[in-house]
Structure formats: C-alpha cells, structure tokens
C-alpha cells in the first residue's frame, strides 16, 4: 500500500465558479487531459480530475478496508478551506477495486490535483496539493481527443462458441442444485492501429449513455447503468439491476419496445435473477440502515441498447462512522455480478470463466473526506492495457438461472458490449 508521505498533509481549496466562468467550460468530459485523467459523470453532472496529488494502492481480501483506512488517514492531518460545501467538495478520491480477492489488480485510490465539479447547476473547483497550499487554477476546455482508428476485436479468454458452452455447464450445476444463480463473464481484446485515446471514448459514451454513469479511474474507462452504492448525508441508496432483454435495432419502432418492455417484466427467469440481487443487497445494507425501503417489484430501466428490470433501494443510515467505501466493501460481490449464494457462486466463476475479472464488475466511483460518495458497478467497461495503450480489454456478463438459454445468454453478452465496440468504431 502506498500514501502521500505523513509528514506532508494533503492541502486542498474549494471554490465556487462564477457564471461567466462556466461559460467557457462546455462539458465536464471537455475539461479532461489525456494523461491522469479522472471521471464519474451522469448527465452532464458529476466530477472529474486530473494530476495525482496522492495515491493509495491496496490488494487482497483486505484491499477496501486498507484503503478506506489510509483514506482516513490522509484527511486526519488534512488541511482544508471549503467554500462551496457540498458532497464532493474538499478534498475526493476516485477509486477502483478488483472485482476478485486473488486478483492481481487490486484496488486503488487517486487523489487528483485539480477536481471540477457540477451539482443542480453549481459549478465548483478544487486544488489539491502535498505540504503547500496548492495553486490556483482556472479551468479551461482541453485539446480535442483523436478519435480509435483501426481497431479490431479477437476473442480473450474463451471463444463465443466456447463461452456458450460454459453457460450450458453452468446450467447443468444449478440443476444439480450447487447454486441457485451465477453470473458468467467475458471479454474481448481490441486492438486499435495507433494508442487510443480514452477521452474520445468518454465522450462517445456520454453522449449515447446520458442516464448512465459515464467513469474512468486508473486505465479503467465505461459507462455503468448500476450504482451499488450512495451515500450523502446519511441517506444510502442503491440501484439493483438484473435481468436483461435487447432493444429493437429499429429506434423509430417504439411499439416493439413497449411490447419488449412487457416481455421482460413478465419473465419468470428474468424476475427470479432480479430478486436474487434485490434480496442480495437488502441483506447486506440492512445492518448498516436504521430503515430501508425495498419496493415490491422492479421497474424496467430504458438505456440505449437494452432494458433492465431495476429496483431502486434506500435507507438511512445507522451508524454515522461507516463510508461509502465500507457500503460498498459490504455489498461486493452482490448477486447481481456474482450469484447466490455468494461463496459457491463465486467458486463456481473461478472455475469456469478461465480469466481474471481484473477490475470489471468491482466497484468504481468516488469519496471525498466526509465519506460521502458514489461507487457503481463497473459494468460497459474496458481497462486500457498499462504496457500498450493500443490495446483494450472489453468485458460483459450474464447472470444464469435455471431457465436460461446459452445461444440467448450469448446473444446478452453481445448486447452488453455493444457500447464499448461503439465507442471504439
């Protein structure tokens, strides 16, 4: 693990923007440097930041509590002047986890140096900085990114032929009786002609995912629909997504996705997959909330390329010393992205997916020093090779119950990783 030295305390400044200073900004994702980049933006709101004033690297079964500890650490001897006051002002971490104990890519937490942020039309900056009251800065659209060229996908750890055949073993074991679901992932290389840049594919995301959370932290870059975990002020809320069924290739034809629409909510296989996760994290926020509210059934969540049975879940909060981070270690690895029971489903992954996860479906978002933050599911997603940023490694799920089918599970997957080939076309 690694920290800013203790002996130098983080030192960070908000301030408010001006109108005529906004004015100048465009969009959050139009700030953004092409190196040490960061972002966790939803419709035109959110952060994003750039530079690394510190950085907490964690690993292993203890990897979220190692870094929720250093985290804390940090803003014990931090020196702070606020004048906007509101959840992700002062100094904020963005931060990505494996999604695996045994996974070499760990976790981590990057301190930027320069944090913009835009919340119900306030717009704000914070300057970070080691021992020294940092600079001031005024924020100022970047150069514009080149879009991929040349970009070609091969298969990664198994073949689609070969990954249907694994959700077919996969069916036989729930039938057995070994889990009641497990959620099967794959990836995808792309390969493009010359290093890609990471801001043209979040703009790309944005811009045909609005209702999603557009993120990238440390080489890890998509637009995730799910967010596990919020907390502000005491209120917890999440939003559990399972069971999902593909749009029509025609937009103009909104009857076929309103008949869609009703498909998916009728499903029996699709409402038994939802209420694993809903039941999955209920359970594991329950402990941590004084109340929460779990709606009696899901709603169908409308995204570009597909449709989602969702629930959205709150609470309030029990006990005022928990983190976001530590809301969001509890709830990792829900059954939305894992299966049910956990242990056995997790096992189960281990022994058929035949690749490391790395830090798709982990949590990935932000936290500033009062706690309070945003951690989605990273979902949609790529991480950026670290030896050739030519190179990407796509990724997609499925959860699997007994009435699944491999050829349709397949198609799923497909489904799902449509935004990421997009953004890279």
């Given at each position: 693990m690694t920290t800013a030295p203790a002996s130098r305390p983080l030192v960070a400044r908000t301030v408010p923007l001006s109108g005529a200073a906004v004015a100048e900004l465009g969009g959050l994702l139009d700030l953004l440097p092409r190196e040490q980049a960061a972002a966790w933006v939803r419709g035109g709101q959110g952060l994003v930041g750039w530079g690394e004033a510190a950085r907490i690297e964690t690993g292993g079964p203890e990897r979220f509590a190692d870094a929720a500890a250093a985290w804390a650490d940090l803003n014990r001897h931090a020196v702070v002047r606020d004048e906007v006051n509101l959840p992700g002002t002062g100094p904020v971490a963005f931060g990505s986890f494996a999604f695996s104990d045994a996974s070499a890519?760990?976790?981590?937490?990057v301190v930027p140096e320069v944090v913009v942020g835009c919340r119900d039309g306030v717009w704000w900056v914070t300057t970070i900085g080691l021992g020294s009251v940092p600079r001031s800065v005024r924020p100022a659209p970047?150069?514009?990114?080149?879009?991929?060229?040349?970009?070609a996908f091969s298969p990664g750890a198994q073949a689609p032929d070969e990954w249907a055949h694994t959700v077919a073993a996969a069916i036989d074991r729930i039938t057995a009786g070994e889990v009641e679901k497990v959620v099967l992932a794959r990836d995808v290389i792309a390969t493009a002609q010359a290093p890609v840049d990471p801001r043209a594919l979040l703009r790309r995301l944005a811009a045909d995912y609005p209702g999603c959370w557009t993120f990238t932290v440390d080489g890890l870059l998509g637009a995730t629909p799910e967010m596990l975990v919020r907390l502000e002020r005491g209120l917890v809320t999440s939003r559990v997504l399972a069971g999902t069924i593909r749009r029509s290739d025609d937009p103009a034809r909104e009857a076929d996705d309103l008949r869609l629409a009703a498909s998916l909510a009728r499903s029996s296989k699709d409402l038994e997959e939802h209420e694993y996760a809903v039941r999955s994290v209920a359970e594991a926020l329950a402990p941590f909330c004084a109340t929460t509210n779990v709606p009696e059934s899901p709603f169908v969540l409308h995204l570009a390329n597909v449709m989602h049975l969702a629930t959205e879940i709150s609470g309030v909060l029990r006990d005022s010393g928990s983190t976001s981070l530590d809301l969001a270690a509890r709830l990792h690895p829900s059954a939305a992205v894992c299966g049910t029971p956990t242990k056995a489903a997790a096992d189960l992954i281990d022994e058929l997916e035949r690749m490391d996860r790395d830090r798709y479906a982990g949590p990935v978002g932000w936290m500033d020093a009062d706690g309070d933050g945003e951690w989605g599911i990273a979902l949609r997603c790529a991480r950026?090779?670290?030896?050739?940023?030519?190179?990407?490694?796509l990724f997609a799920g499925c959860g699997i119950v007994a009435g699944s089918d491999p050829a349709a599970e397949l198609a799923e997957s497909e489904a799902k990783l449509l935004p990421m080939r997009m953004a890279l076309d």
């Open positions: 890519a760990g976790g981590v937490l970047a150069d514009g990114p080149q879009p991929p060229r040349g970009v950026i090779d670290a030896d050739d940023d030519r190179r990407l490694r």
